[in-house]
C-alpha cells in the first residue's frame, strides 16, 4: 500500500534526478489517470527508457532447461528461437517506463525524467484463458525482485492485466456483451425473409403492447411470471426484453429493420454467441426517449469498459509505440542485485547511464529535438541494434571453454552437436576424454566435424569413455531442438547420429527417455 | 492486518495467562490458527514436536500455486488410474506449495474433547545450497494465483518469509556432493598429480609475469615470517610492510596474507604457484565457502600443516552441515510427522499426498502402484476425509444436493465448531467437541482456503465422522492406537484419485478399485477407447456422436467425453470397433471415390488436421513433460501422428527401441502370482516368435475375466517392457 502513498507524491510532476527519487508505481486502481499522464509526458520527452522485470529466465534455470539460454555460440536464429521460448514461458510483473527530457537550455545538461512503474499479471479478466494459462517462475528472481522491495500481493491482486494484439481480437470475436446494432442499408429480402420479419413483427407488437398496458396497472406477481412465461421475456437491467432467436447476420439484418420501423421505444441488441456469430436478438424496452438515452449510455459505458479491459496494459504500448520516440533499453541482467529498496528504479539507471553514455559521445543537447530525422547521426549508428547475447559462460569461468569465447567466426559447417554424455562436469574433461576415445576428435583438422559425425554413427568408438551413449548430430539438429518443444523438454533428445539433418528416432524411445528421466 | 491486529489485542485483553485458550466456537467462525514463518521456525517447530508426538493424529492440506498445467490435464471421471496418476505427477512436479497446514488433534478426557493446535506454514522453495533441483523452477497457474488473492493469501509473506525445504533426495545429492568436494580438498593435501585440475595455460606473457612476481612476494614473505618467529626479531610489522606488497594477517594463530583483489583466474596462478614453489605456505578458503576469503598461510612444518588442514575441513564441515540443517528446514516437520508414524488425515489428499512426497521425499516414481508402495512405507495410515464422507450414510444424507467443498462440508458435518450459535445439545446427533489450542502471538484467525485452517476443519471432520462410525473417544483411553481401531480399517489408506470419485487408490495393498457406488457413467473399458484429436473445432460432442453412431451403428459408442476443445475420448462398445475405426479411416484417406466423400467419419477428419490413438497413447500424452495448452498442440508438439494399434503397422514402430531398459518392468510387483505366471507363459510363446515385436495382448484367465491394455515390448536382447497397470473387468 506504501506504493500508492508514493504515487501521489510523484503525480505532482518531474521528479528531478537524485537519489530520493520517486517513481510513480501504477496499478490497475489508477491505471486510467497513469496513462492519460504518461500519454502527456511522452508527447513532451525526448527518449523513453524501458525497463522490466521478469518470473524468470532460462539463464538461472536449473539443469532442466538450462540449456535454452542463450549463449555465444548460438548463431542469431538460434538466439532468437530461445529468447522466443523464454517469452513463452515466463511473465513480466513490472513494466518500467520513463519518458525523459534532456533540457538544453542550461549549460549543464540536466536530464528530467518522469518514472513510472507499471505492476503487471497477467489476470484472466474475461474468462478467456488469456492473457496466458499459467507462466514459470524462478525462485531467484522472485528473490531478486523481493530484495528490491517488490510488493508481490499488490501485483498479483492489483496487476494490471493485458493481451497482446492477436489475443485482443480473439477476445473481442469471443466477447458476449450486448452490442447496438446498425443497420448497413442494402437489405434485400426474399419471400422466406418477408415472412420472417412478419413474424418478428406481430410477436414483438404483441409484446410491446402487453407491457405498455401492464405499466399502467399492477399485476399481481403470479400473473406476471405466467406472462413471462408465456411471452418469453425477460428483464434487462430493469427493463423488459425479449430474445429472437437467430442464425446469421442477415437474419440479425432483418430483424434490426423491422424493429426499427416498429417502434421509437424499442432497442434492439446483438447477443454475440461463444463463436463469435450472432446467437440473438435482444429487444429492450424502453420507457420513454429520456430512458432510451441512458439505456444507450449504459450500453456504451460497458463497451468502454469492455474495451479497457481487454486492452489493459496494452495501452501503454501502443502509445509508446505510436509516439515514435526513441526508446532506451538496457539489458537488465547486471542491474538487478543492487539491494536498492525501491521498486521500478531500473528504469531511472538506464536514463541515467543514457544521459551519461550521451555525454561520453560528445552529443549536445540542442541535438535533442523532439523530430526524429534530426538526431544526430553518431547516435544513429547505435539505434536498432541488439545485443542479442545476454549471458556469458558464467558458469566456465575457470576458463576452461576459452576456446569457444575466442572464436571470432565460424562456420556452423564446423559444430556439432553432442549429448548423450553423464558424469561429465566440464568442457575440459569432455575434451580430454573425447581425445582419448577416438582420434577423429583432434580438432584441429579440416572436415574433422564430418568426419566425426561418421565415427559416431558408425559407433566405432569405445563407448566405455563416456558413461552413457554419446550421440552426436549436426548444426540444424541442435536448431531443431530450440524449434521444437518436443526436444526441448528433455536432456537427451534421441536423433539418430547417422544423418542428423533429417532422421528423428521413432517416438516410443524419446518417449521412454521422458519417463525414464524423472 | 488490522484484523489481525485487532484480534491480537483482544486476546491480550482476555488473557492474562502466557498459553491463550478460545473454544473455536467462540471465535466467529475461523478458529486462531498459528502462523508460522521463517522468523518463529524455530520456536514453532520445538512446540510443534512436542504436540505431535501428543497427538492422536495429524490433519494436513497444502495451497499450491496451481493444479493443472493445461485444461486438458484435468482429472476426467474417464480416466484410468494410470492417466489419473499421470496427471497428479505432473501437477504435483511443477507447481509450487506455498502454504501447509499442519494441525495435530490430541483427546482430552479431562475435557471430553480434543485439542487441535492448528499451524500455518508459509514455504517457499528457496535456493540455499547448489542443489540443482527443479524445485527452484515452478509454475504459477492464473487463475489459481488470482484465486489464492481472493482469499486474502499474503505472497508477501511467502516469498519474504516462507521457510525453505529441501527433498531428502536433494539432501543426500547435496551431501554427496560435499563429500565429493573434502575428497578433492584431501587429495590436495596429499599433493597428488591428480588433484590438479585440468593445466592452467599460460595464455599470455602477463600470466608468466604474475607468477613470476608472485613467487618472488611470497618468497620474501616467508622468509621474513621464518626470521622473525625464530626469534632473532619481533613481528615489526610497520616497518617491513612498508616493504612488502602483502598484508600480513593471523588466521588460526599462525601469519598468513590474505589475497584480495585478485581475479578468479590469477587466484588459480597463484594456487599453483604455492603448490609448486612453498611446501610450508597452503592456500585456504576461510570464513565461509562463497563469501570468505582466500588466505595464504604459514606453518612450520610437515604436522603443522596437515593439523591447519584439518581444522579448515572441520570448519567447512560444520558449516555445510548447519547450511543443510537451514535449509532442510520446513521438512523437520513432515520427517517429524513420517517418523512418529502418526495418522494423517486429509481432504480429498490425492495430490496432496504426491506433493508431499515430490516436494519432501523425491521424484515421483513412474506408476502408482510404485508410488503407492513407497508413499505407504512412510505413511502408515492415511485417512481420506473425502472418501470417508462418501461411505457414511449419515454424512451423505446431510451432504446430498449440498457442494461437496470442504468448507460446506465442515459447516453441515461440524456445524457446532464451525458456527458461534450453542445449538449442539439440541440436535439429536453426538456432537464431538473440538478445542482450539494457540499461544497468542502469531495467530490469526483462519479462514477457508488458508492451508492450517482447512487443515484444522479437515480434522474436525474426520474426529466427527469417526464419532459417527461409533468410536466412541471417551472409552478410547490409549491415544496411540486410534489407527489400529477396528472400525476405522475399512477407511483406512483408501483415497480417492479422481475429483468425483469413481476410482479408489488402496495404499496397503497398492492396488486401484473401482467406486462400486459409482454408478453415474457407463463402465470404463480401456481397450475399447480411442482418443482423437485436431478435428475442426466447431464440432459439438452431439455431432461428434452422431458421426461415429452413422459410421459404425447407432450403439457402437458407449461414452464421448471432450478433453477440450481439440480433443475427445470416445470409448467403442466393442473392442473390434477400434480397429475397424482406424481401417475406416486408412480407407478414407487413400480414396477418393464419390461413395467416401459421403462417409459420415470424414466430417471427423475435415480440416486433415485430425489424428488418433488408443488408450496408451493418451497415457503417453498425459505422462509428457511437456505441457502445451490445448490437447492438439500438445499431441503435436510431441510429434504424434496416427497411432494405429492394429498389427500389421506394429513393426513399423520398433526401431531404435534398445535405449529402453529392463527397468521398467518393476510394475508387476503388484499382479497376483497367477497372473505374473500367465504373463511369463506369453512372454515365452512371444520369445520363440520370430517377429519379436510388441503386441498387444489380451487374455483371460479362469474366472473369465480379461486383462487389457497390457502391452508387451519386446528387444532383440531379450529384454522386455510390460505396462504394469493391469486393469481386470468381468
Given at each position: 500500500?506504501?506504493?500508492?502513498?508514493?504515487?501521489?507524491?510523484?503525480?505532482?510532476?518531474?521528479?528531478?534526478?537524485?537519489?530520493?527519487?520517486?517513481?510513480?508505481?501504477?496499478?490497475?486502481?489508477?491505471?486510467?489517470?497513469?496513462?492519460?499522464?504518461?500519454?502527456?509526458?511522452?508527447?513532451?520527452?525526448?527518449?523513453?527508457?524501458?525497463?522490466?522485470?521478469?518470473?524468470?529466465?532460462?539463464?538461472?534455470?536449473?539443469?532442466?532447461?538450462?540449456?535454452?539460454?542463450?549463449?555465444?555460440?548460438?548463431?542469431?536464429?538460434?538466439?532468437?528461437?530461445?529468447?522466443?521460448?523464454?517469452?513463452?514461458?515466463?511473465?513480466?510483473?513490472?513494466?518500467?517506463?520513463?519518458?525523459?527530457?534532456?533540457?538544453?537550455?542550461?549549460?549543464?545538461?540536466?536530464?528530467?525524467?518522469?518514472?513510472?512503474?507499471?505492476?503487471?499479471?497477467?489476470?484472466?479478466?474475461?474468462?478467456?484463458?488469456?492473457?496466458?494459462?499459467?507462466?514459470?517462475?524462478?525462485?531467484?528472481?522472485?528473490?531478486?525482485?523481493?530484495?528490491?522491495?517488490?510488493?508481490?500481493?499488490?501485483?498479483?491482486?492489483?496487476?494490471?492485466?493485458?493481451?497482446?494484439?492477436?489475443?485482443?481480437?480473439?477476445?473481442?470475436?469471443?466477447?458476449?456483451?450486448?452490442?447496438?446494432?446498425?443497420?448497413?442499408?442494402?437489405?434485400?429480402?426474399?419471400?422466406?425473409?418477408?415472412?420472417?420479419?412478419?413474424?418478428?413483427?406481430?410477436?414483438?407488437?404483441?409484446?410491446?403492447?402487453?407491457?405498455?398496458?401492464?405499466?399502467?396497472?399492477?399485476?399481481?406477481?403470479?400473473?406476471?411470471?405466467?406472462?413471462?412465461?408465456?411471452?418469453?421475456?425477460?428483464?434487462?437491467?430493469?427493463?423488459?426484453?425479449?430474445?429472437?432467436?437467430?442464425?446469421?447476420?442477415?437474419?440479425?439484418?432483418?430483424?434490426?429493420?423491422?424493429?426499427?420501423?416498429?417502434?421509437?421505444?424499442?432497442?434492439?441488441?446483438?447477443?454475440?454467441?461463444?463463436?463469435?456469430?450472432?446467437?440473438?436478438?435482444?429487444?429492450?424496452?424502453?420507457?420513454?426517449?429520456?430512458?432510451?438515452?441512458?439505456?444507450?449510455?449504459?450500453?456504451?459505458?460497458?463497451?468502454?469498459?469492455?474495451?479497457?479491459?481487454?486492452?489493459?496494459?496494452?495501452?501503454?504500448?501502443?502509445?509508446?509505440?505510436?509516439?515514435?520516440?526513441?526508446?532506451?533499453?538496457?539489458?537488465?541482467?547486471?542491474?538487478?542485485?543492487?539491494?536498492?529498496?525501491?521498486?521500478?528504479?531500473?528504469?531511472?539507471?538506464?536514463?541515467?547511464?543514457?544521459?551519461?553514455?550521451?555525454?561520453?559521445?560528445?552529443?549536445?543537447?540542442?541535438?535533442?529535438?523532439?523530430?526524429?530525422?534530426?538526431?544526430?547521426?553518431?547516435?544513429?549508428?547505435?539505434?536498432?541494434?541488439?545485443?542479442?547475447?545476454?549471458?556469458?559462460?558464467?558458469?566456465?569461468?575457470?576458463?576452461?571453454?576459452?576456446?569457444?569465447?575466442?572464436?571470432?567466426?565460424?562456420?556452423?559447417?564446423?559444430?556439432?552437436?553432442?549429448?548423450?554424455?553423464?558424469?561429465?562436469?566440464?568442457?575440459?574433461?569432455?575434451?580430454?576424454?573425447?581425445?582419448?576415445?577416438?582420434?577423429?576428435?583432434?580438432?584441429?583438422?579440416?572436415?574433422?566435424?564430418?568426419?566425426?559425425?561418421?565415427?559416431?554413427?558408425?559407433?566405432?568408438?569405445?563407448?566405455?569413455?563416456?558413461?552413457?551413449?554419446?550421440?552426436?548430430?549436426?548444426?540444424?539438429?541442435?536448431?531443431?531442438?530450440?524449434?521444437?518443444?518436443?526436444?526441448?523438454?528433455?536432456?537427451?533428445?534421441?536423433?539418430?547420429?547417422?544423418?542428423?539433418?533429417?532422421?528423428?528416432?521413432?517416438?516410443?524411445?524419446?518417449?521412454?527417455?521422458?519417463?525414464?528421466?524423472? | 492486518?488490522?484484523?489481525?491486529?485487532?484480534?491480537?489485542?483482544?486476546?491480550?485483553?482476555?488473557?492474562?495467562?502466557?498459553?491463550?485458550?478460545?473454544?473455536?466456537?467462540?471465535?466467529?467462525?475461523?478458529?486462531?490458527?498459528?502462523?508460522?514463518?521463517?522468523?518463529?521456525?524455530?520456536?514453532?517447530?520445538?512446540?510443534?514436536?512436542?504436540?505431535v508426538r501428543a497427538s492422536d493424529f495429524v490433519s494436513v492440506d497444502l495451497e499450491m500455486t496451481g493444479l493443472m498445467s493445461a485444461p486438458w490435464r484435468e482429472a476426467f471421471d474417464f480416466d484410468g488410474p494410470d492417466v489419473g496418476y499421470l496427471k497428479v505427477k505432473d501437477s504435483a512436479e511443477r507447481f509450487a506449495v506455498l502454504q501447509f497446514g499442519v494441525c495435530p488433534f490430541r483427546w482430552e478426557p479431562s475435557k471430553d474433547s480434543f485439542i487441535a493446535h492448528p499451524h500455518n506454514f508459509y514455504i517457499f522453495p528457496r535456493k540455499e545450497l547448489p542443489v540443482d533441483g527443479s524445485s527452484y523452477e515452478f509454475l504459477c497457474q492464473t487463475s489459481s494465483m488470482d484465486f489464492l488473492a481472493k482469499h486474502q493469501f499474503d505472497f508477501n509473506t511467502c516469498i519474504?518469509?516462507?521457510?525453505?525445504?529441501?527433498?531428502?533426495?536433494?539432501?543426500?545429492?547435496?551431501?554427496?556432493?560435499?563429500?565429493?568436494?573434502?575428497?578433492?580438498?584431501?587429495?590436495?593435501?596429499?599433493?597428488?598429480?591428480?588433484?590438479?585440475?585440468?593445466?592452467?595455460?599460460?595464455?599470455?606473457?602477463?600470466?608468466?609475469?604474475?607468477?613470476?612476481?608472485?613467487?618472488?612476494?611470497?618468497?620474501?614473505?616467508?622468509?621474513?615470517?621464518?626470521?622473525?618467529?625464530?626469534?632473532?626479531?619481533?613481528?615489526?610489522?610497520?616497518?617491513?610492510?612498508?616493504?612488502?606488497?602483502?598484508?600480513?594477517?593471523?588466521?588460526?594463530?599462525?601469519?598468513?596474507?590474505?589475497?584480495?583483489?585478485?581475479?578468479?583466474?590469477?587466484?588459480?596462478?597463484?594456487?599453483?604457484?604455492?603448490?609448486?614453489?612453498?611446501?610450508?605456505?597452503?592456500?585456504?578458503?576461510?570464513?565461509?565457502?562463497?563469501?570468505?576469503?582466500?588466505?595464504?598461510?604459514?606453518?612450520?612444518?610437515?604436522?603443522?600443516?596437515?593439523?591447519?588442514?584439518?581444522?579448515?575441513?572441520?570448519?567447512?564441515?560444520?558449516?555445510?552441515?548447519?547450511?543443510?540443517?537451514?535449509?532442510?528446514?520446513?521438512?523437520?516437520?513432515?520427517?517429524?510427522?513420517?517418523?512418529?508414524?502418526?495418522?494423517?488425515?486429509?481432504?480429498?489428499?490425492?495430490?496432496?499426498?504426491?506433493?508431499?512426497?515430490?516436494?519432501?521425499?523425491?521424484?515421483?516414481?513412474?506408476?502408482?502402484?510404485?508410488?503407492?508402495?513407497?508413499?505407504?512405507?512412510?505413511?502408515?495410515?492415511?485417512?481420506?476425509?473425502?472418501?470417508?464422507?462418501?461411505?457414511?450414510?449419515?454424512?451423505?444424507?446431510?451432504?446430498?444436493?449440498?457442494?461437496?467443498?470442504?468448507?460446506?462440508?465442515?459447516?453441515?458435518?461440524?456445524?457446532?465448531?464451525?458456527?458461534?450459535?450453542?445449538?449442539?445439545?439440541?440436535?439429536?446427533?453426538?456432537?464431538?467437541?473440538?478445542?482450539?489450542?494457540?499461544?497468542?502471538?502469531?495467530?490469526?484467525?483462519?479462514?477457508?482456503?488458508?492451508?492450517?485452517?482447512?487443515?484444522?476443519?479437515?480434522?474436525?471432520?474426520?474426529?466427527?465422522?469417526?464419532?459417527?462410525?461409533?468410536?466412541?473417544?471417551?472409552?478410547?483411553?490409549?491415544?496411540?492406537?486410534?489407527?489400529?481401531?477396528?472400525?476405522?480399517?475399512?477407511?483406512?489408506?483408501?483415497?480417492?484419485?479422481?475429483?468425483?470419485?469413481?476410482?479408489?487408490?488402496?495404499?496397503?495393498?497398492?492396488?486401484?478399485?473401482?467406486?462400486?457406488?459409482?454408478?453415474?457413467?457407463?463402465?470404463?473399458?480401456?481397450?475399447?477407447?480411442?482418443?482423437?484429436?485436431?478435428?475442426?473445432?466447431?464440432?459439438?460432442?452431439?455431432?461428434?456422436?452422431?458421426?461415429?453412431?452413422?459410421?459404425?451403428?447407432?450403439?457402437?459408442?458407449?461414452?464421448?467425453?471432450?478433453?477440450?476443445?481439440?480433443?475427445?475420448?470416445?470409448?467403442?462398445?466393442?473392442?473390434?470397433?477400434?480397429?475397424?475405426?482406424?481401417?475406416?479411416?486408412?480407407?478414407?484417406?487413400?480414396?477418393?471415390?464419390?461413395?467416401?466423400?459421403?462417409?459420415?467419419?470424414?466430417?471427423?477428419?475435415?480440416?486433415?488436421?485430425?489424428?488418433?490413438?488408443?488408450?496408451?497413447?493418451?497415457?503417453?500424452?498425459?505422462?509428457?513433460?511437456?505441457?502445451?495448452?490445448?490437447?492438439?498442440?500438445?499431441?503435436?508438439?510431441?510429434?504424434?501422428?496416427?497411432?494405429?494399434?492394429?498389427?500389421?503397422?506394429?513393426?513399423?514402430?520398433?526401431?531404435?527401441?534398445?535405449?529402453?531398459?529392463?527397468?521398467?518392468?518393476?510394475?508387476?510387483?503388484?499382479?497376483?502370482?497367477?497372473?505374473?505366471?500367465?504373463?511369463?507363459?506369453?512372454?515365452?510363446?512371444?520369445?520363440?516368435?520370430?517377429?519379436?515385436?510388441?503386441?498387444?495382448?489380451?487374455?483371460?484367465?479362469?474366472?473369465?475375466?480379461?486383462?487389457?491394455?497390457?502391452?508387451?515390448?519386446?528387444?532383440?536382447?531379450?529384454?522386455?517392457?510390460?505396462?504394469?497397470?493391469?486393469?481386470?473387468?468381468?
Amino acid at each position: 500500500m506504501h506504493g500508492l502513498a508514493k504515487s501521489k507524491q510523484a503525480s505532482r510532476g518531474a521528479v528531478k534526478m537524485g537519489k530520493e527519487a520517486v517513481v510513480k508505481q501504477v496499478t490497475k486502481r489508477n491505471f486510467q489517470e497513469a496513462v492519460q499522464e504518461l500519454k502527456q509526458r511522452i508527447f513532451e520527452s525526448d527518449f523513453i527508457s524501458i525497463s522490466t522485470k521478469k518470473t524468470g529466465s532460462f539463464s538461472s534455470s536449473s539443469s532442466q532447461s538450462r540449456w535454452r539460454r542463450v549463449l555465444p555460440i548460438d548463431t542469431p536464429q538460434t538466439a532468437y528461437l530461445k529468447a522466443k521460448a523464454a517469452a513463452e514461458t515466463f511473465e513480466l510483473f513490472q513494466f518500467s517506463v520513463c519518458p525523459f527530457r534532456i533540457n538544453s537550455s542550461s549549460s549543464s545538461s540536466k536530464v528530467v525524467a518522469f518514472p513510472y512503474n507499471f505492476h503487471l499479471f497477467p489476470r484472466d479478466e474475461m474468462n478467456l484463458n488469456m492473457p496466458s494459462y499459467g507462466f514459470t517462475c524462478h525462485t531467484s528472481h522472485l528473490m531478486s525482485m523481493a530484495q528490491e522491495g517488490f510488493d508481490f500481493n499488490v501485483c498479483i491482486n492489483d496487476g494490471i492485466s493485458y493481451l497482446s494484439r492477436v489475443q485482443e481480437c480473439k477476445a473481442k470475436f469471443q466477447s458476449t456483451i450486448p452490442r447496438i446494432c446498425s443497420i448497413t442499408s442494402s437489405v434485400s429480402s426474399s419471400m422466406a425473409d418477408s415472412l420472417f420479419m412478419e413474424r418478428i413483427k406481430s410477436r414483438v407488437q404483441n409484446w410491446r403492447n402487453v407491457h405498455k398496458c401492464s405499466n399502467k396497472n399492477k399485476d399481481d406477481p403470479l400473473v406476471t411470471s405466467l406472462r413471462k412465461l408465456i411471452l418469453g421475456g425477460e428483464v434487462y437491467g430493469s427493463r423488459p426484453c425479449l430474445n429472437i432467436d437467430v442464425c446469421s447476420d442477415h437474419q440479425v439484418q432483418l430483424a434490426v429493420k423491422v424493429l426499427c420501423l416498429l417502434s421509437d421505444d424499442i432497442v434492439p441488441l446483438i447477443i454475440p454467441g461463444k463463436g463469435g456469430g450472432p446467437m440473438a436478438v435482444k429487444v429492450v424496452l424502453t420507457s420513454s426517449s429520456e430512458d432510451k438515452n441512458v439505456l444507450l449510455r449504459e450500453l456504451q459505458n460497458l463497451e468502454e469498459e469492455q474495451n479497457r479491459l481487454i486492452r489493459g496494459f496494452g495501452t501503454v504500448i501502443d502509445v509508446i509505440s505510436s509516439s515514435h520516440k526513441p526508446i532506451v533499453v538496457y539489458n537488465p541482467l547486471d542491474a538487478e542485485d543492487t539491494g536498492i529498496k525501491n521498486q521500478g528504479h531500473n528504469v531511472l539507471r538506464i536514463t541515467r547511464m543514457f544521459a551519461q553514455l550521451s555525454s561520453v559521445l560528445k552529443i549536445t543537447p540542442a541535438a535533442y529535438e523532439p523530430e526524429m530525422d534530426d538526431r544526430s547521426a553518431s547516435l544513429n549508428s547505435y539505434s536498432n541494434i541488439f545485443h542479442p547475447f545476454r549471458t556469458v559462460l558464467q558458469d566456465q569461468i575457470d576458463g576452461e571453454v576459452a576456446q569457444i569465447c575466442n572464436m571470432e567466426k565460424m562456420s556452423t559447417e564446423n559444430l556439432v552437436f553432442l549429448w548423450g554424455f553423464r558424469g561429465v562436469v566440464s568442457a575440459g574433461v569432455l575434451k580430454q576424454k573425447l581425445q582419448g576415445a577416438h582420434n577423429v576428435f583432434d580438432f584441429e583438422c579440416e572436415d574433422s566435424a564430418k568426419a566425426l559425425l561418421e565415427v559416431v554413427g558408425r559407433g566405432e568408438f569405445g563407448l566405455g569413455v563416456l558413461e552413457d551413449g554419446l550421440k552426436a548430430a549436426g548444426y540444424e539438429a541442435y536448431t531443431k531442438t530450440t524449434t521444437e518443444y518436443r526436444l526441448a523438454v528433455e536432456d537427451c533428445p534421441v536423433l539418430h547420429s547417422r544423418s542428423p539433418t533429417k532422421e528423428v528416432a521413432p517416438l516410443p524411445s524419446r518417449i521412454a527417455r521422458e519417463t525414464k528421466d524423472d | 492486518m488490522r484484523k489481525q491486529c485487532l484480534f491480537r489485542a483482544i486476546c491480550k485483553t482476555l488473557t492474562l495467562r502466557p498459553r491463550h485458550l478460545c473454544t473455536a466456537a467462540a471465535s466467529g467462525g475461523g478458529a486462531a490458527v498459528k502462523r508460522v514463518t521463517r522468523e518463529n521456525f524455530a520456536a514453532a517447530m520445538e512446540e510443534l514436536r512436542r504436540l505431535v508426538r501428543a497427538s492422536d493424529f495429524v490433519s494436513v492440506d497444502l495451497e499450491m500455486t496451481g493444479l493443472m498445467s493445461a485444461p486438458w490435464r484435468e482429472a476426467f471421471d474417464f480416466d484410468g488410474p494410470d492417466v489419473g496418476y499421470l496427471k497428479v505427477k505432473d501437477s504435483a512436479e511443477r507447481f509450487a506449495v506455498l502454504q501447509f497446514g499442519v494441525c495435530p488433534f490430541r483427546w482430552e478426557p479431562s475435557k471430553d474433547s480434543f485439542i487441535a493446535h492448528p499451524h500455518n506454514f508459509y514455504i517457499f522453495p528457496r535456493k540455499e545450497l547448489p542443489v540443482d533441483g527443479s524445485s527452484y523452477e515452478f509454475l504459477c497457474q492464473t487463475s489459481s494465483m488470482d484465486f489464492l488473492a481472493k482469499h486474502q493469501f499474503d505472497f508477501n509473506t511467502c516469498i519474504y518469509e516462507g521457510i525453505s525445504y529441501i527433498s531428502r533426495a536433494q539432501e543426500a545429492e547435496v551431501r554427496s556432493l560435499y563429500s565429493t568436494l573434502e575428497d578433492k580438498f584431501r587429495k590436495y593435501l596429499c599433493y597428488s598429480e591428480e588433484a590438479v585440475d585440468g593445466d592452467i595455460s599460460f595464455s599470455s606473457t602477463s600470466d608468466v609475469f604474475f607468477t613470476e612476481r608472485m613467487k618472488i612476494q611470497f618468497s620474501e614473505w616467508r622468509d621474513w615470517i621464518a626470521q622473525s618467529s625464530s626469534g632473532e626479531n619481533n613481528f615489526d610489522r610497520s616497518s617491513e610492510d612498508s616493504k612488502l606488497k602483502l598484508q600480513t594477517d593471523f588466521y588460526k594463530m599462525r601469519p598468513a596474507v590474505v589475497l584480495d583483489g585478485f581475479s578468479s583466474h590469477q587466484l588459480r596462478l597463484i594456487k599453483l604457484v604455492i603448490r609448486k614453489h612453498f611446501n610450508d605456505l597452503a592456500l585456504v578458503h576461510t570464513d565461509g565457502e562463497i563469501s570468505g576469503k582466500k588466505k595464504v598461510v604459514y606453518t612450520d612444518s610437515e604436522n603443522d600443516k596437515a593439523l591447519l588442514m584439518e581444522e579448515v575441513l572441520e570448519d567447512l564441515r560444520k558449516e555445510r552441515e548447519a547450511k543443510v540443517q537451514s535449509a532442510v528446514a520446513f521438512r523437520h516437520v513432515v520427517d517429524l510427522i513420517a517418523s512418529e508414524q502418526k495418522l494423517v488425515v486429509g481432504h480429498n489428499c490425492f495430490l496432496d499426498v504426491a506433493h508431499i512426497y515430490s516436494k519432501f521425499f523425491g521424484p515421483l516414481p513412474p506408476t502408482i502402484a510404485e508410488f503407492s508402495n513407497r508413499v505407504h512405507k512412510i505413511f502408515p495410515h492415511i485417512i481420506d476425509t473425502k472418501h470417508l464422507l462418501k461411505t457414511d450414510l449419515i454424512s451423505q444424507n446431510l451432504m446430498k444436493r449440498n457442494s461437496k467443498s470442504l468448507s460446506s462440508a465442515f459447516a453441515l458435518i461440524c456445524p457446532h465448531v464451525a458456527s458461534d450459535s450453542k445449538i449442539t445439545l439440541s440436535v439429536p446427533r453426538q456432537y464431538v467437541k473440538v478445542e482450539v489450542q494457540t499461544d497468542e502471538a502469531g495467530s490469526n484467525s483462519g479462514a477457508k482456503h488458508e492451508a492450517g485452517y482447512d487443515a484444522f476443519m479437515t480434522g474436525c471432520i474426520f474426529a466427527q465422522s469417526c464419532s459417527q462410525l461409533g468410536i466412541d473417544f471417551k472409552l478410547h483411553s490409549a491415544p496411540a492406537n486410534l489407527a489400529e481401531h477396528e472400525k476405522l480399517q475399512n477407511h483406512m489408506n483408501l483415497i480417492h484419485t479422481t475429483r468425483c470419485g469413481s476410482t479408489i487408490l488402496n495404499l496397503s495393498t497398492d492396488t486401484v478399485i473401482l467406486d462400486p457406488s459409482y454408478s453415474k457413467y457407463p463402465k470404463l473399458v480401456l481397450k475399447n477407447i480411442v482418443v482423437i484429436w485436431g478435428f475442426p473445432s466447431n464440432l459439438k460432442p452431439v455431432e461428434l456422436k452422431d458421426y461415429m453412431r452413422k459410421s459404425f451403428g447407432w450403439d457402437s459408442v458407449t461414452m464421448i467425453c471432450f478433453l477440450d476443445k481439440t480433443a475427445a475420448l470416445v470409448q467403442f462398445s466393442k473392442e473390434e470397433l477400434v480397429a475397424e475405426f482406424f481401417k475406416v479411416r486408412n480407407s478414407l484417406e487413400k480414396s477418393n471415390n464419390v461413395v467416401s466423400v459421403l462417409h459420415p467419419l470424414l466430417k471427423v477428419l475435415e480440416g486433415g488436421n485430425t489424428r488418433a490413438g488408443d488408450y496408451e497413447t493418451y497415457k503417453r500424452i498425459c505422462g509428457s513433460r511437456i505441457s502445451k495448452a490445448l490437447f492438439a498442440d500438445q499431441a503435436e508438439a510431441m510429434g504424434i501422428e496416427w497411432e494405429v494399434v492394429a498389427p500389421e503397422t506394429e513393426k513399423e514402430l520398433n526401431a531404435g527401441e534398445s535405449g529402453r531398459s529392463a527397468d521398467e518392468i518393476d510394475g508387476e510387483k503388484g499382479l497376483e502370482s497367477d497372473r505374473v505366471s500367465s504373463i511369463e507363459r506369453i512372454l515365452n510363446s512371444l520369445m520363440s516368435d520370430e517377429s519379436r515385436h510388441k503386441k498387444r495382448i489380451v487374455f483371460r484367465d479362469s474366472n473369465g475375466m480379461s486383462y487389457v491394455g497390457n502391452l508387451i515390448r519386446l528387444y532383440s536382447d531379450g529384454t522386455c517392457m510390460s505396462y504394469p497397470n493391469l486393469q481386470g473387468f468381468k
